[in-house]
């Protein structure tokens, strides 16, 4: 093969991936249906966080993925380019999880009176994990903060001694006292928020096994054959 002709090759095959959305939307109605599942693989992650803040299950959340992605891939040709394909199909999962979301609540029984209280759940090992991370998170950024910093704060809000309190048992005075309180608190606010930001960002992770699993359910219920 030649030199241009392998080079050709090559990108033929490297092209998919690098396809801009509205390109890939192109090639699907012009019949390789295949690269469907790269818009998939896309916007898994995005679909399913939608859906999941609206109806607050990951099973519901999945159904509403797959049918967004189905009646997208239907309707794939009324796609005008008006708005970025990510928008069009994120506006679709919305409305699906909306309709689902409105469907619960007119099937909820009415009563004539007040809905009872949901019984309690009793804390299980999922929760006792929550908090023992919770704390791990909260002790970590105290034992970060400077020695005067530190100290301040754990005898005020730990030990819940007062100011005064903290004041003499520090040798500080009293305004020192609350000064070093203030920055102690912006500190762990500081902390806490970059490290919770990290996490909030792996909330409602849909990848690996999870992903390949839609690509299929929305293949199968198109009845297309999964690349």
Known sequence: MSQPALQSALESVAAPATLSDEEVVARVLDGDVSLFEILMRRYNQRLFRVARSILADDAEAEDVMQEAYMRAFRELATFRGDARFATWLTRIA???????????????????????????????????????????????????????????FCLREIEALSTEQTADALGLTVENVRVRLHRAKLSLRQTLDARIGREVRRLYLFDGPRCDRMVERVFAGLALTVP
Request: proline letters at 15%; hydrophobic letters at 35%; glycine letters at 6%.
């Open 94 to 152: 919305c409305h699906e999880a909306l309709a689902r979301a409105q469907k619960r609540r007119r099937l909820v029984p009415i009563t004539g009176g007040e809905p009872p209280d949901p019984p309690e759940k009793a804390p299980g090992p999922e929760r006792d994990l929550e908090n023992r991370e919770l704390q791990a998170v909260l002790r970590e950024a105290v034992e970060v903060l400077p020695d005067p910093l530190r100290a301040v």
